[in-house]
């Protein structure tokens, strides 16, 4: 029987329990879910894209099904030259609703019917959670123990220290 092949993508900047629980729920539906960081030039960025490939390694590395990747350009072709049959995306709220079915209405018609998007309803607890919300309270000294994994408070730590660093000798 062919793979079921899912994709989960975004720019993981960086990856929050809400992206991990998307993940974890995705993994159970299909064969192999895809997590692909998006390379986007436009987006100014705390870590690398190979950084954020890194913090999502580990922090999935007990889910057996779960492989990381990057891409750049259209979602589109990514999805149509790897055999992806599903795109995942995480809803918080109504509000994510309105951009949600547009780029789904967009994608649909570049990837054709053989592929679908679904949708998957965000745990409340994490429905106010987004990357740039914790890169934002982190900034100015708040807690965000329990947004994201110890591991990727410490690579923010790692950043702070070396800007610090770099603020000194300028
Ligand atoms: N829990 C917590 N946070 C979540 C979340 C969840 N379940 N779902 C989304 N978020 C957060 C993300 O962290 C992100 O935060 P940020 O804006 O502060 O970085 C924010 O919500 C938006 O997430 P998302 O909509 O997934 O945006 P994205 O930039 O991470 O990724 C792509 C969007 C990659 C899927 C989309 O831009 C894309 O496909 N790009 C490729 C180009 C393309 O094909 N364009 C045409 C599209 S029709």
């Known amino acids: 029987m062919k793979e079921r092949k899912m994709l989960y993508a975004g720019s993981f900047d960086p990856v929050t329990y809400g992206h991990l629980d ?4 995705g993994a159970r539906l299909c064969d192999t879910l895809v997590v692909g960081v998006l390379r986007n030039y436009s987006k100014a960025a705390l870590f690398s894209v190979e950084e954020r490939m890194g913090l999502l390694r580990e922090a999935t590395a007990d889910v057996g099904n779960v492989v990381v990747d990057s891409f750049e350009g259209l979602l589109a072709n990514y999805v ?4 992806i049959c599903v795109v995942i995306r995480g809803l918080r709220a109504t509000w994510d609703f309105d ?12 990837y054709g019917n053989e592929v679908e ?3 998957l309803m965000t745990d409340p607890q994490h429905s106010f959670v987004s990357s740039s919300i914790v890169k934002e309270v982190f900034s100015l000294n708040g807690e965000i123990d329990g947004l994201v994994p110890p591991r990727v408070i410490a690579a923010m730590e790692a950043k702070r220290a070396a800007q610090q660093r770099e603020q000194v000798r300028e």
Do not use: P
């Not at 998307?22 to 729920?25: E, L, Q």
């Open 22 to 25: 998307i993940i974890r729920r």
């Open 99 to 110: 951009y949600e079915i547009q780029m789904a209405q967009m994608n649909a018609r570049l």
């Open 117 to 119: 998007t679904v949708f």
């Open 80 to 83: 149509k030259q790897n055999g």
